[in-house]
């Protein structure tokens, strides 16, 4: 999987707020110290695709 890299100040405000509620709920796997797969498989789909 090829990581795309946000540019844009506004895009990159709504692919966090998009995850902030995933990632907060992560706290439980953290204390389970599970890895963070789900979670940079969220963000690689909410990225943007047309990034030169």
Do not use: Y
Not at 14 to 23: G, I, M, P, R
Request: charged share 25%; net charge negative.
């Amino acid at each position: 999987m090829t990581a795309h890299v946000i540019t844009d100040g506004a895009v990159a405000v709504t692919v966090a707020s998009a995850l902030a509620d995933e990632f907060r709920a992560g706290s439980v796997r953290d204390a389970e110290r599970r890895p963070l797969r789900e979670e940079l498989h969220r963000l690689s789909v909410l990225a943007p695709t047309n990034v030169p």
